[in-house]
T-cell receptor
Framework: KQEVTQIPAALSVPEGENLVLNCSFT??????LQWFRQDPGKGLTSLLLIQSSQREQTSGRLNASLDKSSGRSTLYIAASQPGDSATYLCAVNGNDMRFGAGTRLTVKP | DTGVSQDPRHKITKRGQNVTFRCDPISEHNRLYWYRQTLGQGPEFLTYFQNEAQLEKSRLLSDRFSAERPKGSFSTLEIQRTEQGDSAMYLC???????????FGQGTRLTVV
């Protein structure tokens, strides 16, 4: 059974900092890995999808990497802004889709 | 396309009552997932469908929970004899196929009093 772990559980940074969120998974037999953002009380918004054959995917200030063999992915956020404050979730897509517990990010003005 | 739609958005029910939630996936999406999320936790997998076939169910899906997708389009999740521990956000997602990008609805927040 796929186990997904996200570190850290919470992160607080001043505006403008670059930051890295980590996701690890136990079973490398995956199709892809997807990063989501969730605002309080809301559904999930897809940020980036990395196929298992890819190493990296970029969208604006976000960059996600994937090392399937070691079971790791990182989400890099450049020049963080207060509007980035949210919970970030990674989901590993194999036969089904399994989530980590998320990293709660606070960006202070 | 309006995305994944869930109804209702909020439901308050008394303990012991039955509730049913509906999910309308993005049209032509064959894969449909249900998740439960409690405060401060990531979404917990409940079940998924490929078209009308229910391919996997979590052990979290006790005999009080049942899900259907009768025509391979919308899906319903029913909880019988609700308990306070069922209070959570219930999320639905769909994707074109397994392994493709998944899109989530806004969720149904259930409160059992």
């Amino acid at each position: 059974k796929q186990e997904v772990t996200q570190i850290p559980a919470a992160l607080s940074v001043p505006e403008g900092e670059n930051l890295v969120l980590n996701c690890s998974f136990t079973d490398s037999a995956i199709y892809n890995l997807q990063w989501f953002r969730q605002d309080p009380g809301k559904g999930l918004t897809s940020l980036l999808l990395i196929q298992s054959s890819q190493r990296e995917q970029t969208s604006g200030r976000l960059n996600a990497s994937l090392d399937k063999s070691s079971g790791r992915s990182t989400l890099y956020i450049a020049a963080s802004q207060p509007g980035d404050s949210a919970t970030y979730l990674c989901a590993v897509n194999g036969n089904d889709m399994r989530f980590g517990a998320g990293t709660r990010l606070t960006v202070k003005p | 396309d309006t995305g994944v739609s869930q109804d209702p958005r909020h439901k308050i029910t008394k303990r012991g009552q039955n509730v049913t939630f509906r999910c309308d996936p993005i049209s032509e999406h064959n894969r449909l997932y249900w998740y439960r999320q409690t405060l401060g936790q990531g979404p917990e997998f409940l079940t998924y469908f490929q078209n009308e076939a229910q391919l996997e169910k979590s052990r979290l899906l006790s005999d009080r929970f049942s899900a259907e997708r009768p025509k391979g389009s919308f899906s319903t999740l029913e909880i019988q004899r609700t308990e306070q521990g069922d209070s959570a956000m219930y999320l639905c997602a769909s994707s074109l196929q397994g392994g493709f990008e998944a899109f989530f609805g806004q969720g149904t927040r259930l409160t059992v009093v």
